[in-house]
């Protein structure tokens, strides 16, 4: 009886975080300069989906990391169409004629390509918690 129990809870437990993980907004995090080719392809009487997302730089993958870490309510996609929201962030190195310039500019959208948020910051984290207030009330 009560290994059933602990079977009934553990299978509850699982079902609620499934639920729960699949009502948090997708969001897909790219860079500006990232290469995006989208569209159909025929081949004879074959026709389908042709995509591609481009690469990832190392800083691409901080942002990553800095979002999914200080926005838990949310849940980073690497796969754009599933995506509700999609994050762009730019990161500019600090350099002698730039000191004074904020490094980060940040945008995010909605799934109809409108923009949601956009900021310059100076720190990293200021930026993910921008996007992610933006995400969290807008309400989709």
Do not use: W
Request: aromatic share 8%; proline share 4%; with cysteine.
């Amino acid at each position: 009886m009560h290994a059933n129990r602990s079977l009934f809870v553990a299978v509850a437990l699982l079902f609620g975080t499934a639920l729960y993980a699949a009502e948090k907004p997708r969001v897909f995090v790219t860079e500006s300069g990232a290469p995006e080719l989208s569209g159909t392809a025929t081949v004879g009487e074959t026709q389908g989906k042709l995509a591609f997302a481009g690469g990832t730089s190392s800083y691409n993958i901080k942002v990553i990391q800095a979002f999914s870490q200080n926005c838990p309510g949310t849940v980073v996609t690497s796969d754009r169409e599933k995506a509700q929201y999609v994050l762009r962030l730019d990161h500019e190195e600090i350099n002698p004629t730039s000191v004074f310039v904020p490094p980060n500019k940040v945008a995010v959208f909605n799934h109809n390509k409108d923009l949601i948020y956009s900021g310059t910051t100076r720190t990293l984290r200021s930026a993910v918690k921008g996007a992610c207030n933006a995400i969290l009330n807008s309400g989709q």
